[in-house]
């Protein structure tokens, strides 16, 4: 019995033939996805040879290792969400900010000025030799307060003004707590007799009170003051060493030069006096006085005329109280009442 096959139509052939195309196609291109935990090659074992030694052990021929193979294998993680914990910042805002930076401020500063590190304790003072420390420290009027408290400027000018007898006084500021003062004092020239009490006059006319002893100075015994000072008009410095001089000034430098030109003529060392009419001269041995003025113009030609004067009244037994010479060309004698 024979099996005859059965004709198909053209139509569905042609669509079957397709189909089976299509499938094989599909086959041909399809990859095989393995898990990664039991991806595996298979392999056909292959029987290993083995030799015998002449002792009659059996021994594995050796065998070259089999190459290894690496494979790319791609799997699907899928996808994942990844969330951090929130953190919240404060904001901060301008007039908060503005408070704490102004209230650190106030704690810095309070600290400063409270604090012992930066209180003055004393001076560290130099170019004295008259004045005492504790004099020195008593006119700055810092110790024991801050440093930032500490002007050189004022302190300089607090010392001057407190003491005369300084000519100068350099003071520079240094932390944590220096105070660092070189004063320099005056030179006394001439000790000045005045109403029962003496100060001393150094060759800028600055009259100063005494302190200690000064040899070799000019004695002069006056029954009143002298000219005033006239100011230097000329001189606008702000200077406070400057402003101090002139402030203490007693006698005109031109006087005090007087005063020395004119204190090697004073016979026998007397002291010099200084009358406010008369001006300048000494009191003679022999019970007169004798005046050459206020200033040092011709000198020599004013000790001639006096010697003339004294010579032609001693001839005539003439006993003078007063002898003035301030004028060479009309000198003057005064007797007695």
Do not use: C
């Not at 595996?40 to 190459?67: D, E, I, N």
């Not at 810095?108 to 004099?135: D, H, M």
């Not at 406070?240 to 090697?264: E, Y």
């Amino acid at each position: 019995m024979s099996r005859t096959k059965q004709k198909l139509p053209r139509a569905e052939f042609v669509r079957q033939r397709r189909t089976r195309q299509s499938q094989r196609r599909l086959t041909q291109t399809r990859k095989t996805v393995y898990r990664q935990e039991t991806a595996y090659l298979p392999v056909t074992p292959r029987l290993v040879k083995q030799v015998r030694t002449p002792q009659g052990k059996a021994v594995r021929p050796a065998t070259k290792k089999p190459r290894r193979h690496h494979y790319d294998i791609a799997f699907s993680m899928g996808g994942a969400d990844v969330r951090t914990p929130g953190i919240s910042i404060p904001q901060i805002g301008t007039r908060l900010f503005s408070a704490l930076f102004s209230a650190t401020l106030i704690f810095a500063l309070y600290t400063l000025l409270t604090s012992p590190t930066f209180k003055v304790i004393g001076a560290e003072i130099s170019g004295n030799q008259r004045l005492g420390v504790n004099e020195i420290n008593a006119a700055l009027r810092i110790i024991g307060q801050p440093i930032f408290d500490a002007v050189p400027a004022q302190i300089t000018e607090d010392l001057l003004n407190d003491y005369p007898d300084l000519s100068g006084a350099e003071v520079h500021v240094a932390f944590p707590n220096r105070v660092i003062v070189n004063v320099t004092e005056r030179t006394p020239l001439i000790a000045w007799y005045q109403d029962g009490t003496m100060a001393w006059i150094d060759a800028q006319g600055v009259a100063f009170p005494p302190r200690d002893q000064a040899e070799g100075l000019i004695s002069v015994v006056a029954n009143g003051n002298p000219p005033p000072v006239q100011p230097d008009l000329q001189n606008t410095s702000v200077d406070p060493q400057q402003t101090a001089i002139q402030k203490s000034s007693f006698l005109d430098p031109a006087m005090v030069q007087v005063i020395r030109t004119l204190n090697p003529y004073i016979p026998g060392g007397a002291p010099m006096i200084y009358d406010t009419t008369y001006g300048l001269g000494w009191q003679d041995a022999r019970g007169w006085q004798v005046y050459f003025g206020q200033n040092i113009d011709n000198i020599p030609m004013k000790l001639k005329v006096y010697q003339a004067i004294v010579d032609t009244l001693t001839s005539k037994g003439i006993r003078p109280t007063l002898i003035s010479v301030e004028y060479p060309e009309t000198p003057f004698y005064r007797l007695e009442q």
